[in-house]
């Protein structure tokens, strides 16, 4: 299989590096509509890291956007178009000079700092979640951390549960808060603490006769991240790019429960793309 460089690919949720990199990318695809290539012919994908000297081709119909590293700067090209990223600047070979967009250099940065661990840690979890068969699966939030002070809390139980016992506590095991569930979600009735860790089980209590319980922890962001995170948080009507690259940026800080909402937004909004759907699972 023949391997163009400039490009690192996302395919069915792994990471590959595409050819040997020499050069640190300096900007990521945050917007991809239609088809788009790089020389010779590789084609680009949503989330791929452009390296220097890149040379790309929108096809006709198509529209991309790049977000630059070290400029916090968007630019978007609609086919046909044919550019060469450079380190410091976009050259148009081919149609218009592309629409550029100041960006906030901390959401970009979100962007950068997307590293494969990131992504891979994402593949990992979503094949054990899938291939362990739980009685009681809880959705979350489960190993990660949280933004809200009343984080909702979600499972999927056994069919003929009908009744759950759940049992908030502390890192150590104390117990704070339990209430009688028939359904299968759940908000604490107090605050929890900026910068805490916590535990909590969910049990079925339906059948007395079988012990059906699941586990887990989770921790709740300081309160100045937790501020800077939702001051950053986009509108709902802002640009998709944007949208992604806060996707990103709750990646980075740990928040998996609220990035899995979002992407799932984003996917259902590209239902063809492939590397969306698959973070949207």
Known sequence: M??????????????????????????????????????????????????????IQVEAGA???????????????????????????????????????????????????????????????????????????????????????????????????????????DENAQVLQEASVNGTSWKPSEALGYGRTYQWKVEDVTNTTRAVSAQARFSVLDEKTATRIAQQKPSADAPFSERLLYAAQLENEGLKLEAAGLWRALAAERPQDAVLQKWAH
């Open 63 to 169: 529209k991309l956007t790049l977000t630059y590293f070290a400029k916090a700067l968007e630019q978007t090209f609609s086919g046909p178009a044919k550019i060469v990223v450079q380190p410091d600047r976009i050259e148009v070979l081919q149609g218009g000079a592309g629409q550029a967009r100041k960006l906030d250099p901390e959401k970009v940065s979100a962007a950068k700092r997307f590293e494969p661990a990131v992504r891979d840690r994402m593949a990992v979890a979503t094949f054990v979640m899938r291939s362990a068969p739980p009685r009681i699966a809880l959705v979350g939030p489960v190993d990660t951390k949280v933004s809200a002070l009343t984080p909702e809390f979600s499972w999927a139980g056994p069919r003929d549960a009908r009744a759950y016992k759940l049992t908030l506590m």
């Open 2 to 55: 023949h391997l163009s460089t400039g490009l690192i690919a996302v395919v069915a949720g792994a990471t590959f590096w595409v050819g040997i990199a020499h050069a640190a990318p300096v900007a990521m695809v945050t917007d991809l509509q239609g088809t788009s290539t790089m020389t010779p012919k590789t084609r680009l994908a949503l989330m791929a890291y452009i390296e220097p000297g890149t040379e």
